[in-house]
């Protein structure tokens, strides 16, 4: 049994925190709306009246904030919790923010510091079957791979700091280009006469083969667990993928990496969210590209 401090309780550290305690650890946690504090509480956690009382005597205090500006201010802000953090204690970050931050965070700290953001969405927190891309040192990973465990079913160390979020940025930039290139090629298929059955039977058994196409697919039929079959209720939601997007293009500007079909990507999600449709699931991109088809 380990003590925990976890700041952070929404839709995703809401869930975790919870596995935790399921796991049997000791869970201190911390969120600025009172809801999750008390849902907190009533899970069997220990509702703290701070971020920094929530990181005070814990063994690992981790973080789950929407974006860097959250992170940096939480960790090395006025009355931080790197600071109030014990000596010894072990750092997780599993917010998605940008690689620069989680570096800066990391070397501020004063502690072994983790970033280590999670794919595997809502259900998969709930569930503890999500999958952690983590950079830091190692001593830290090791001492920190039970905790985690317990939140997620695959742990990757990735490398040292911000390797975690350098990984994530790349994945989800290669899952966003990957799902576009499928739905317009059930556009393209639409027009030509071809069934979409008879393009997911070719496809997922030739080249064109990929997870956006085989498990996510963006038409309903092929795949009857995918978003498509549900009017494209999330899953992940554009919102979400654009935000990613947004990183990898920042990571890839500040590296001097040449990202072209990266930044369409991010264009295009960003025209869907203008049609209001963040909440939607990312393949209802689909329906978009649709729209912009002539005749
Ligand atoms: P969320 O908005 O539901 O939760 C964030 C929580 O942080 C909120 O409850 C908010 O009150 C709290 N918070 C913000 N500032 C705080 C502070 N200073 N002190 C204490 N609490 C504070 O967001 P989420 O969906 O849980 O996502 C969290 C992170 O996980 C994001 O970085 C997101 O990109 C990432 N992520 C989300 C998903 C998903 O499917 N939702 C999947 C993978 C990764």
Redesign the pocket.
Known sequence: MARIGF????????PMARNLLKAGHQVMG????PE?LAALAAAGGIAAAS?AEAASGAEFVIT????GR?VR??WLGTGGMAAASAPGAVLID????DVATAREVAAGAGHPMLDA??????MG?EAGTLTFMVGGPDEAYAAATPILSAMGRTLVHCGGAGAGQAAKACNNMMLAANMIITAEAFVLAEKLGLTHQALFDVASKSSGQSWALTTYCPVPGPVPSSPANRDYKPG??AA?MA??LGLAQEAAATAGAVTPLGAEALALYRRFLEDGKGDADFSGIIQMLRGMAKG
């Open positions: 700041v952070g309780l929404g839709n995703m550290g809401g911390f969120d600025l709306v999750a971020a789950m904030l929407p974006a959250h201010e939480a599993c917010s998605t923010i953001p999670v794919s595997g969405g809502t927190a992940f939601a979400l935000k990613d």
